[in-house]
């Protein structure tokens, strides 16, 4: 469904995207996993035919992204990451102005299949421009929808909305995506997670990893990380916290509280609550860390370096 | 043809709900009004002395001249709000051609000037009848067709200006400033210049109109020369969107 070989985009001398090469199958949805400029809206409008690559070649829908540049738009669904709206215009006039745009037949059908799946019927003869913005997201979600597209692109889709619609448009995608083909962008590892049957991270332009969110999340989780807090000043604890076998990196943090990480082979907490209690200290708190999605880059360009020795 | 007559739906509604709009359409038939009343007034009185007859250049001069300050502001926002909005990455990605969506862009501002032109016609009417024997038809029609065409390449030129910019205003004065360029200053070296100066007085936009159509002599030569410059509006337009998906 999408093909991508070699794209490479140059803007000015900086270079947005890296000789990127991908595949997306009908029926899977592909997550775009990265940091504010890594490069993944720059890849969604080459694909969407909004702007041409420096280089490269990619064909969606079994169109060349270039040659049939008309044939690809007619059959991809594109929700920027600035939803694009005419705030003077009703929800129901912008969508019957796209599907006119379209050539769709049945206008007016398409129109509230689109509104019904985004659940925004009943808002449909109101002013776009009065909408909140999770409901300017969702018609601007429905205007991607609008012609029952071969591809759906979706830039951002769950950004700005509360947690009750996150779930909705995720549960959406997640059914369109059964059938078509999705290819959407977040910079949310939950949602990567929860949606994709493929993750692609991408930073700096270049693809640092790609494969399941399950093996992905399997290779990244090297290591466990906690954080300890204790009234009083933790300096003294940390000594004795160092003794444990299996704790690792154990530091002082500038806030007063202790990090330390350990192996998900041997969870050293317990062990780590009862030398803070024993010693007299008031336990305070103790919980994990998650992984931040900066933290997962570094691992990943750690991974990366120590990688390569090996492989030439 | 089909996305051009879209857009130029879309912008035609649009027009109607925009206070530009009507301020243009309230102040071009007030000051038609005054002009005109001023005028048949001052025949009928002039005439009691055996004083002229009021034609109808009266009304298609005036409003040559208002277009050409009011057609900046007719295409101001036409490509460059797209821009401002983000609404330009919706209609690149839709299945639609650059020269369609500045096609369209232009005749639904072209549609809304033909309403107002249309609107005039209700001076001429006056005028036959306050007139014996009555105007002279061909003579008002050829001044009409002098408008229309150019409006059309106010509106072509407004158009092609438009997509360089996001911000209307700017887009505003490049429009006038270009605009009055070529109607006024583009012709004052042919004055100067006397014999040798042939290639101003024909790139002056003036000139197609009132040496000819205002005249009630309609020549092919002019037709072209402002369809031509029309089509070089959407040209440019179409060229400048082209480019920004380079950029």
Redesign the interface.
């Known amino acids: 469904m999408i093909q991508v070989s070699g794209l490479t985009k140059d ?1 000015g001398a900086r270079r947005a995207i890296d000789n990127l090469t991908f595949e997306a199958k009908q029926g899977e949805i592909l997550g775009f996993l990265g940091p504010n400029g890594a490069g993944k809206t720059t890849t969604m ?1 080459i694909l ?5 690559p420096t280089r490269g070649e990619a064909s969606v829908a079994g169109f060349d992204i270039i040659s049939e540049s ?2 690809v ?2 059959r ?1 669904g ?1 929700l ?1 990451e ?7 215009m009703t929800a129901f006039d912008y969508l019957m ?2 599907a ?4 769709l037949e049945n206008a007016e059908d398409c129109v509230d299949d689109a509104l019904e799946m985004v659940g925004m019927e009943e808002r449909a003869d109101g002013l776009v421009g009065k909408l909140s913005k999770g409901m300017k997201q969702r018609i601007g979600l429905a ?1 991607a929808l609008l012609h029952k597209p071969e591809v759906l692109i979706l830039d951002e889709p769950s950004i700005g909305l509360d947690p009750g619609q996150v779930v909705e448009v995720r549960k959406l995608i997640k059914n369109i995506g059964q059938e078509r083909t999705v290819l959407l962008s977040t910079h949310v590892l939950p949602e990567a997670q929860q949606l994709c049957d493929r993750v692609m991270i991408i930073n700096k332009g270049q693809i640092v990893a790609e494969d399941t969110p399950g093996n992905l999340q399997a290779r990244l989780v090297g290591a466990e990380r906690a954080s300890l807090r204790v009234r009083g000043k933790a300096d003294k604890l940390l000594p004795k916290i160092q003794q444990i076998k299996g704790l690792e990196n154990a530091s002082l943090d500038s806030d007063g509280s202790l990090q330390f990480h350990f192996s998900p082979k041997k969870d050293v907490r317990p062990e780590v609550a009862k030398i803070a209690v024993n010693a007299g200290f008031d336990l305070l708190e103790l919980k994990a860390v998650g992984m931040s999605l900066e933290e997962i880059f570094l691992e990943l360009t750690r991974e990366e370096k120590t990688a390569e020795p090996e492989s030439e | 043809m089909r996305n051009i007559w879209t857009i130029a739906r879309r912008e035609y509604d649009l027009y109607f709900i925009s206070p530009i709009a009507y301020i243009i359409l309230f102040t071009m038939m007030l000051v038609l009004g005054i002009i005109f009343g001023v005028n048949v007034l001052g025949a009928s009185q002039a005439g009691v002395f055996g004083g002229y007859v009021p034609d109808t250049t009266m009304i298609t001069n005036s409003m040559v001249f208002m277009f050409l300050l009011s057609a900046p502001a007719i295409t101001m926002r036409l490509l460059a709000d797209e821009q401002r909005m983000g609404t330009m990455e919706l209609l690149l990605t839709a299945p639609v051609r650059d020269v369609e969506l500045v096609l369209g862009k232009w005749l639904g501002a072209f549609m809304f000037i033909l309403t107002l032109i249309v609107m005039t016609l209700v001076f001429p009417l006056m005028l036959n009848q306050f007139t014996v024997p009555g105007i002279d038809w061909k003579f008002m029609l050829s001044g009409y067709l002098g408008v229309l065409l150019v409006v059309s390449a106010f509106l072509g030129i407004g158009v092609g200006i438009s997509s360089m910019f996001s911000n209307q205003i700017a887009a505003f004065f490049t429009t006038l400033i270009v605009l009055v360029l070529l109607w006024w200053l583009i012709g004052a070296p042919a004055n100067l210049l006397g014999k040798g100066g042939e290639l101003f007085d024909y790139l002056s936009m003036q000139t197609h109109y009132y040496d000819s159509m205002a005249q009630g002599k309609i020549f092919l030569e002019d037709i072209i020369y402002y369809l031509s410059l029309t089509s070089l509006g959407i040209f440019i337009g179409t060229i400048s969107i082209e480019l920004r998906r380079w950029r």
Do not use: I, S
């Open positions: 803007y409008r969407t035919g909004y702007m041409p008309l044939e738009r007619k991809v594109y920027p600035t939803v694009p709206l005419y705030p003077d102005y796209m006119q745009l379209r050539h205007q």
